[in-house]
């Protein structure tokens, strides 16, 4: 206990210095196809095994919105030539992932190796070319790192960022839509490795440096080169591209830059509960510096692989975040995937599945108002209490044992209603409940107004009849308003509608700009009398929530 309180006092240490040395500019827009479930594996790394892995997901009726082909897919590393005994028609499986609706996010460092692991050429083809032409950093001392010995791109020698960008361009082409873009730069360090990043300790590196076109640098200025120049070619390239990169991470301190990170990903964690408590807290430093688009590792990558409780309880929370993203080398094709435990587990499984895709759009809406307002989508993070708000309207608290008897302190200034039992509680309030396998703490302000996209009965918040209308749940009290940042397709364009509802005067108002199609659920403990110029409605006793259908640009409803 001790020891845990320590490393959680010297995290906080490291942040509080961390906001001296960065700004907080505002996060970037994240792409709505990357908000939902990415799916990936790092054991048998071929094109057959990805397209298992997805074929097996969709067979079990869990959607899949983006894959990871992890390392090593290249002949040699960071050459960005396919392996082609392991990925024999690389085209081809982007496209048909593509027009499945799976996005591909390939893996990359900025390591040139002489020696390599796990890639069929050792050395790289461009490693004597980098030396010549000094588009290396330490002037082309090796370094042996993860993957082999090589060298690190001098991310800000512009000739070597020129060249780098046009390898890019190899894959670039062919319907690639980001990049895990890994770290090895810290092996290339004076004095130390990342292997002696420990969780409190990263403040060290703060004086670490390498050499590099304009002089001796810290490793932290480089990030900002290589991890920036990923960021701008990729939306060069493809607007509407992420790379998927690390904030904050036990494994070396803050990486990439606040503004341009699309979503982020804090590195390796076991798949055990000690996996998923540390993880919880890089996610909650991450948004506590001002990340925007903060994902969770369902599972963890290595070491322990995930009970089936545990993958349950990782899952949860991972729906809570801005994506959950499932795979690594711990039971890729075991303990990951949830039909490998049992049928319950794929049904919780599928639920938070679906649960978060539905609440993308509310994800992508606070997305874009931290992007135009600063904030993030993580809000009032607590690492002793595994909790946070995901946006204003939303409160969940993480289960981080096998314990199902749950204490609660909900946050103050709202009154708070239960997700599962609808009773109101008081902001501040301390409960203990009791959450079943199938549940986890979830709390919705009273006032809210929520987006949501809704195309089957999975929730049991709306069902297929909501396909391809604009679902917007409401749990009433005073006067409440929203603008609602609607994405208009996958990417990041959006346009605003604004929605209010006046409680005491029951009325519902919408402005947008164009013709949609909304079904509203409001909270509602009676059968109203009246309901004025909506399309059609009707109540549901059971659940206590009134059902509007109403199709236009701008409107007012009024309830009696």
Same mark, same amino acid.
């Given at each position: ?200 300790? %990263? #403040?060290? +590196? ?8 304009? /002089?001796? =640098?810290?490793? &932290?200025? $480089?990030?900002?080169?290589?991890? %920036? #120049?990923? +960021? ?8 509407? /591209?992420? =790379?998927?990169? &690390?904030? $904050? ?17 804090? /590195? ?293």
């Amino acid at each position: 206990m001790k020891k845990i309180f320590l490393k959680r006092i010297i995290l906080l240490i490291v942040f509080s210095v961390s906001q001296i040395v960065f700004a907080q500019p505002n996060p970037p827009i994240t792409p709505k196809w990357a908000l939902g479930h990415v799916v990936w594996e790092d054991s048998i790394n071929t094109q057959k095994a990805a397209q298992s892995l997805v074929r097996q997901y969709k067979e079990n009726n869990i959607p899949v919105d983006a894959i990871i082909i992890d390392s090593p897919w290249s002949l040699s590393y960071n050459d960005f030539n396919w392996n082609t005994d392991s990925y024999p028609e690389p085209e081809q499986m982007i496209d048909a992932f593509n027009d499945d609706g799976v996005k591909v996010i390939l893996w990359l460092t900025g390591c040139i190796n002489i020696s390599s692991r796990d890639v069929p050429v050792q050395k790289s083809p461009d490693y004597d070319f980098v030396i010549e032409n000094k588009y290396v950093v330490n002037n082309g001392k090796p370094s042996n790192w993860w993957k082999g010995k090589g060298v690190h791109l001098d991310f800000t020698n512009p000739e070597a960022v020129k060249w780098w960008n046009a390898h890019l361009d190899k894959v670039f082409a062919k319907g690639v839509y980001g990049w895990k873009v890994d770290q090895g730069e810290y092996y290339f360090a004076d004095s130390i490795s990342m292997l002696d990043a420990k969780l409190g300790q %990263d #403040n060290t +590196y703060f004086g670490d440096t390498l050499t590099t076109s304009i /002089g001796r =640098i810290s490793i &932290r200025e $480089f990030k900002r080169y290589y991890y %920036d #120049n990923m +960021y701008d070619y990729t939306k060069k390239k493809k607007q509407d /591209g992420i =790379i998927l990169a &690390r904030p $904050f991470s036990h494994q070396g301190d803050f990486a990439a830059s606040i503004d341009k990170l699309g979503l982020g990903w804090s /590195g390796d964690f076991k798949g055990n509960y000690e996996g998923l408590k540390l993880q919880i807290a890089n996610i909650y430093t991450s948004a506590a510096a001002g990340y925007g688009a903060l994902a969770c590792e369902v599972g963890g990558f290595y070491e322990d692989k995930s009970t089936k409780t545990q993958l349950i309880r990782y899952a949860q929370f991972g729906a809570m975040t801005a994506a959950m993203i499932n795979g690594g080398q711990n039971g890729a094709f075991t303990n990951h995937l949830p039909w490998y435990h049992d049928e319950e587990t794929t049904e919780i499984y599928r639920y938070y599945v679906n649960l978060h895709r539905q609440l993308i759009p509310y994800i992508f809406s606070t997305l874009v108002d931290a992007h135009l307002n600063g904030g993030t989508l993580l809000k009032e993070t607590s690492i002793d209490n595994y909790s946070h708000k995901l946006g204003n309207e939303l409160f969940f608290k993480a289960i981080i044992s096998d314990k199902n008897t749950i204490d609660i302190t909900l946050p103050e200034g709202d009154d708070w209603i239960d997700f599962w039992s609808g009773k109101t509680f008081t902001g501040g309030t301390g409960l203990t409940q009791i959450y079943a396998l199938k549940q986890a703490p979830v709390f919705v302000r009273a006032g809210a107004i929520i987006p949501m996209d809704i195309s089957n009965d999975i929730t049991g918040i709306g069902n297929a009849s909501n396909n391809g209308k604009i679902t917007i749940l409401i749990y009433p009290k005073g006067k409440s308003k929203y603008t609602f940042h609607k994405a208009l397709g996958e990417g990041m364009d959006y346009q605003n509608i604004k929605i209010s509802f006046d409680d005491e005067n029951g009325l519902l108002m919408v402005n947008g700009k164009d013709w949609d199609n909304y079904i509203f659920y409001i909270k509602k403990e009676k059968k109203p009398n009246k309901v004025k110029d909506s399309d059609t409605w009707l109540y549901d006793e059971e659940k206590g929530f009134l059902k509007i259908k109403k199709s236009g640009i701008s409107f007012q409803i009024t309830i009696k």
